[in-house]
Structures are given as C-alpha cells and as structure tokens.
C-alpha cells in the first residue's frame, strides 16, 4: 500500500520561511517523479514544483520560482519543499504526489499517488 505523508506545515509570518517534507512508503521511491501541488480555499489545484526519479530535473510554477526548492533524498525516501520569503497568497493546503513516469512532469493527472496534505498559512 502506497503512503504519502506530508509534514511541516503551519503558520508563518509573510517573508518566513517553511520546509515541508514528504515521506513514502510502499513504493520504489527512487523511480518515481515527485511533485508539489497546493490547493488555496475556492481555487482548484495548482502544480507548485515537481522533480525528477533523480533530482536531476526541476519544474517550479512561476509565482515559486526563485522563493522555493524541490529535492528529495533517495535513501530516506522523502521528498522536499524549501520555502523562503513566503506570502500571503502562498496560504494553501500542499499536497505531494507521485508520478510513476520518472521523470518530472507538471500535469496532476500524470501522478499516480497524492498525501493527505498539510496547511500552510501565512499571514500579513
């Protein structure tokens, strides 16, 4: 049974800084890609930054480029987001997903697994 489980989250001042974690199990985590989504209250689902099986590769959605980093370390099978000089508008529930194509890709529904998902708050 494959598991996702997101940590990390919580409340941060606007211009913080957070790291959220993701650990899997049940999987050959070092073959799949990983992803970051967040899902804002009223919005749909957005992609935030995805990597490759190897970490080689790295996508970040516009409004993260710069303010955050995706890696991930195989040998402990997780998988992480480093978010600094965050914002108000980054205020989400973030989710990580699994993707058995390897390599890193934007689209959700090219991602196999979700977690449950974490809050992150910032406020102003």
């Known amino acids: 049974q494959v598991q996702l489980v997101e940590s990390g989250g919580g409340l941060v001042q606007a211009g913080g800084s957070l790291r959220l974690s993701c650990a899997a199990s049940?999987?050959?985590?070092?073959?799949?890609?990983m992803g970051w989504f967040r899902q804002a209250p009223g919005k749909e689902r957005e992609f935030v930054a995805a990597?490759?099986?190897?970490?080689?590769?790295?996508y970040y959605a516009d409004s993260v480029k710069g303010r955050f980093t995706i890696s991930r370390d195989n040998a402990k099978n997780t998988v992480y987001l480093q978010k600094n000089s965050l914002k108000p508008e980054d205020t989400a529930v973030y989710y990580c997903?699994?993707?058995?194509?390897?390599?890193?890709?934007?689209?959700?529904?090219?991602?196999?697994?979700w977690g449950q998902g974490t809050q992150v708050t910032v406020s102003s």
């Open positions: 049940g999987l050959t985590f070092s073959t799949y890609a």
């Open positions: 990597i490759s099986w190897s970490g080689g590769t790295t």
């Open positions: 997903a699994a993707s058995g194509l390897g390599y890193a890709v934007v689209p959700s529904n090219k991602y196999d697994y």
